[in-house]
């Protein structure tokens, strides 16, 4: 069974950092691109970053392209997302998953997500 | 960026109608296009990919359809645990996009 693990997540103060963590089991972590989708409350998805499975390409949405870096260590089978400046508008669940972009690029598997909440 | 416009974005139907659900793309994407059912409070769930390949386990209740800039989701006959929220998502570009969501309601 595919199981993937968020952590890291939690109340933190506009302009500080936070960094999450997803703990994958069951999948092959090496064979696959890994992404972080959040959801803001009550609204849709958004894409928020993705790195191939060699760590070669990373790519961000504008919304946080450089404030946010995405990471991963294989040995580990752990993805990370390191946050920097944090705003009000990144507010959000956010998830971990696989992504599998052998034919068409779609998400199987996702992890139950770690709350983010940006307040003073 | 390629942009996803899903209709409508709500709609209430009643258990064994048969619903269609659109996702429409601001360029062509040719079948790179997935759907994924949101129930509330859980994590988003891969229905259909390439358009219309039917995930393993979703129930051929569900099926796909479209290519370019035009897709559709189409339930046969709805079930009582088909009433969520309904995301299509395109993986054409290298940043992957997701659509509002389509909310299926109960009427």
């Known amino acids: 069974e595919v199981q993937l693990v968020e952590s890291g997540g939690g109340l933190v103060q506009p302009g500080r950092s936070l960094r999450l963590s997803c703990a994958t089991s069951?999948?092959?972590?090496?064979?696959?691109?890994m992404h972080w989708v959040r959801q803001a409350p009550g609204k849709g998805l958004e894409w928020v970053s993705g790195i191939t499975w060699n760590s070669d390409t990373t790519d961000y949405a504008d919304s946080v392209k450089g404030r946010f870096t995405i990471s991963r260590d294989n040995a580990k089978n752990s993805l990370y997302l390191e946050m920097k400046s944090l705003r009000a508008e990144d507010t959000a669940l956010y998830y971990c998953a696989v992504y599998d972009n052998s034919g068409h690029g779609f998400f199987p598997h996702w992890g139950q997500g770690t709350l983010v909440t940006v307040s003073s | 960026d390629i942009q996803l416009t899903q209709s409508p974005s709500s709609l209430s139907a009643s258990v064994g109608d048969r619903v269609s659900l659109t996702c429409r793309a601001s360029q062509t994407i040719s079948n790179f296009l997935n759907w994924y059912q949101q129930k509330p409070g859980k994590a988003p769930e891969l229905l259909i990919y390439?358009?219309?390949s039917l995930q393993s386990g979703v129930p051929s209740r569900f099926s796909g359809s479209g290519s370019g800039t035009d897709f559709t989701l189409t339930i046969g006959s709805l079930q009582p645990e088909d009433f969520a929220t309904y995301y299509c998502?395109?993986?054409?570009?290298?940043?992957?996009?997701f659509g509002q969501g389509t909310k299926l309601e109960i009427k």
């Open positions: 998502q395109q993986s054409h570009s290298n940043s992957p996009t």
């Open positions: 069951g999948v092959t972590f090496d064979d696959y691109a």
């Open positions: 390439g358009a219309s």
